[in-house]
């Protein structure tokens, strides 16, 4: 019966009733891991990870030290679980390694903690199925929006520079646009890929979506106190071009009225004001609201509030504009 020694890596066997050839091969791996004990190798590392090494065709994982070491390293096994640095690799040295690896042109197109995310620069390269964002790693010199050049080395890709076919100015283009917010499909410029655009985009709509919900929310809590202010309180909103239809309760009762953005005075206030709408704002509408409603003297105009037609209203009642 076999019997196994040290770790996975590890490939020292008593073998029993295998053929010469399994028995060769064994003893193949057990003096290329000898050899692999005594030498040292090259290879990149991420902060706290691991470093991976092929010996006679098996991948073995070992743990470095120092643990917060990241970047390309030479290192020497101190076990076949373990490796210590020796020495921080030399370019040189680091261009030959990333030589035996595929070359892929990515966009740096997002950063998700310390990792630049990235999506292809070309669609049609069909040696690599890319779904989403992928992580490049040591990319700690890309920018936003350039284009750079990735080795893969079959699960990890790694940062082999910028890449030099491609006009720098764009990406600084990309991320001027960026920061005034223009829209993807305003986004202009000779050479612009539809790569490029979709991770303009993929940059832009998220910021958006953030802007857009941070507005709204100041906007409702801008509403909501003004309403509160005056006893009021606010049910719904729904905004328009320069004015806010608002729903809100004053005493239990639910009234609609058009509120400009601007100041939020009144545009259409959703009872019977004679016509003198827009002398009023929001808060002192409540007032009147509520003296209506405790005199039983309130029309109620417009179809939401269940009234007079507003078309009706203003016939009756022609507009009169602050002064």
């Known amino acids: 019966m076999p019997q196994f020694l040290g770790k996975a890596c590890r490939a020292k066997f008593t073998i029993m009733g295998k053929s010469k050839p399994v028995h060769d091969a064994l003893n193949r791996l057990a003096e290329a891991e000898e050899r692999f004990l005594a030498s040292e190798f090259l290879s990149p590392a991420v902060r706290g990870g691991q470093v991976q090494v092929r010996i006679a065709g098996v991948i073995c994982q070992l743990k470095i ?17 373990e490796a210590r640095l020796v020495r921080p690799a030399r370019m040189a040295e680091r261009q030959r390694y990333l030589e035996l690896f595929p070359l892929v042109r990515l966009i740096v197109a997002g950063r998700q903690d310390d990792m630049w995310l990235t999506v292809p620069a070309h669609r049609g390269d069909t040696r690599f199925h890319i779904e989403g964002m992928v992580p ?76 857009e919900e941070a507005r709204r929310s100041r906007e409702e809590n801008r509403l909501r106190q003004a309403l ?42 959703g009872i019977c004001l004679s016509g003198e709408d827009q002398k009023f704002d929001l808060q002192s509408l409540v007032g009147v609201i509520r003296e209506a409603q405790e005199g039983h003297g309130l029309v109620r105009v417009g179809h939401q509030n269940q009234g007079m037609a507003e078309e009706q209203y203003w016939q009756v009642h022609p507009q009169q504009r602050r002064r």
């Not at 990241?70 to 679980?81: K, N, Q």
């Not at 699960?155 to 491609?166: E, K, M, N, V």
């Not at 809100?248 to 545009?267: F, M, P, T």
């Open 65 to 81: 030290q120092p643990q917060d070491f990241e970047g390309f390293g030479i290192f020497r096994p101190t076990s076949h679980a």
């Open 136 to 211: 490049v790693r040591l990319a700690e010199e890309a920018q936003l929006f350039e284009v750079i050049q990735a080795r893969f080395d079959g699960s990890q890709f790694w940062y082999a520079g910028s890449d030099p076919r491609w006009d720098p100015a764009m990406a600084a283009h990309m991320r001027q646009a960026l920061e005034k917010m223009v829209t993807p499909d305003k986004l202009d410029r000779p050479g612009l890929t539809a790569e490029e655009r979709q991770a303009y985009a993929s940059n832009y709509w998220p910021r958006y979506e953030t802007s």
């Open 228 to 269: 509160e202010h005056a006893g009021a309180e606010l049910r719904d909103y729904v905004e328009r071009r320069d004015v806010y239809t608002i729903t809100y309760e004053v005493d239990g009762q639910r009234h609609v009225s058009a509120i400009s953005k601007n100041d939020l005075s009144v545009q259409v206030a």
